[in-house]
């Protein structure tokens, strides 16, 4: 088993910055890729970002693209998402997971945390 933590989520203006962190414990973090979904009021969850096991290779959506940035340490068990130039339409709640496949799909997910909720006023 994997647990997941999101934290670092708040309330922002528009075009400001927000650093989410993800903590991992149980299994070695370092055996799973990790990503970011999001799901805004009435809307269906949707991928942000993805980040390979090794941090070698990431890929994001492009409503984020250049905005964001998914990193990930290793030693600490923790996955990052750097949020830059934050807009209203980015309000949602961010989720963290992790699993054995680099994926946009987040059915193929493993584990996922509880969500940390992002507000971004205009």
């Known amino acids: 088993q994997v647990q997941l933590v999101e934290s670092g989520g708040g309330l922002v203006q528009a075009g400001g910055s927000l650093r989410l962190s993800c903590a991992a414990s149980?299994?070695?973090?370092?055996?799973?890729?990790a990503s970011w979904f999001r799901q805004a009021p009435g809307k269906e969850r949707e991928f942000v970002a993805v980040?390979?096991?090794?941090?070698?290779?990431?890929h994001y959506a492009d409503s984020v693209k250049g905005r964001f940035t998914i990193s990930r340490e290793n030693a600490k068990n923790t996955v990052y998402l750097q949020m830059n130039s934050l807009s209203p339409e980015d309000t949602a709640v961010y989720y963290c997971?992790?699993?054995?496949?680099?994926?946009?799909?987040?059915?193929?997910?493993?584990?996922r945390g509880q969500g940390t909720q992002v507000t971004v006023s205009s």
């Open positions: 997971n992790a699993g054995p496949d680099y994926s946009i799909y987040e059915f193929t997910y493993t584990y």
């Open positions: 980040i390979s096991s090794s941090g070698s290779s990431t």
């Open positions: 149980g299994r070695p973090f370092s055996n799973y890729a």
